[in-house]
């Protein structure tokens, strides 16, 4: 059984409040989870205390047993210290895509005629 430590929605609409929740993978984002482990509340202001509660030693404890946590969540780990920041290197990601490369080879193939 897959594991993945991840954000349950709650909260009514337009007003999102999460939960921190240990749920088979297979699960429903908001359905059947195995434990709750903490809240989160984006609409806080980041310096407020309560905007995110979390059990670290219940977080490390689950990822020991092999649950995996979402990127956000890892994020939100990474936060209160339980666990080292990680480290997002995609570069392919930053590469302009397909018509921004034509624009620009349109453009240099422009500028050197304009020039002459």
């Given amino acids: 059984m897959a594991l ?8 009514a609409k337009k007003r999102p409040f ?10 429903p984002r908001d359905g059947r989870f195995v434990e709750k482990i903490g809240t989160f509340d984006p609409l806080k202001p980041s310096e ?38 990680p480290v997002y290197n995609n570069p392919e990601k930053a590469k302009p895509k397909k018509k921004a ?3 620009a080879a349109a453009e240099a193939a422009k500028a050197p005629a304009e020039a002459a």
């Fill in 4 to 11: 993945k430590i991840r954000l349950a929605r709650w909260g």
């Fill in 18 to 27: 999460y939960r921190i929740v240990v749920a088979d993978a297979r699960a």
């Fill in 48 to 85: 407020d205390a309560n905007r995110l509660t979390i059990d670290v030693e219940k977080a490390k404890d689950w990822m020991t047993k092999g649950a995996q946590p979402t990127d956000r969540v890892m994020k939100l780990l990474a936060s209160v210290g339980a666990v080292e920041k």
């Fill in 101 to 103: 490369q034509e624009r």
